[in-house]
């Protein structure tokens, strides 16, 4: 599995982005996806994920209850929105996939993406 993030630009704080993972090579609608995010200087951490199914979702506190993941696995396709954009949620964005049950651990991730450049100005 190919993954492609996308969606990515220079966002006010305060907005909203929507950033997309598209899935080639073959389906990955069995596959959990998250997505983990890495700011300059910092370590990469886990911001959301979503399972296979759609029935199981998991936030980072950093994002809970300002952002939604979804999927569509007619379109190999997952979603993240954040709204309220902080200048802290600047970062590179990565999608991750993997074949198994929704975990915040990079480790257990077997596909990447390249990920895509999320800029909030103040």
């Known amino acids: 599995v190919q993954l492609q993030a996308s969606g990515g630009g220079l966002v006010q704080a305060g907005g909203s982005l929507r950033v997309s993972c598209a899935a080639s090579g073959r389906t990955f609608s069995s596959e959990s996806v998250a997505w983990f995010r890495q700011a300059p200087g910092k370590e990469r951490e886990f911001v959301a994920t979503?399972?296979?199914?759609?029935?199981?979702?998991l936030f980072a506190d950093s994002v809970k209850g300002r952002s939604t993941i979804s999927r569509d696995n007619a379109k190999n396709t997952v979603w993240l929105q954040v709204n309220t954009l902080k200048p802290e949620d600047t970062a590179v964005y990565y999608c991750?996939?993997?074949?198994?049950?929704?975990?915040?651990?990079?480790?257990?991730?077997?596909?990447w993406g390249q990920g895509t450049l999320v800029t909030v100005s103040s």
């Open positions: 991750a996939a993997r074949v198994g049950t929704i975990t915040s651990d990079s480790r257990l991730y077997t596909y």
């Open positions: 979503i399972g296979w199914s759609s029935g199981f979702t």
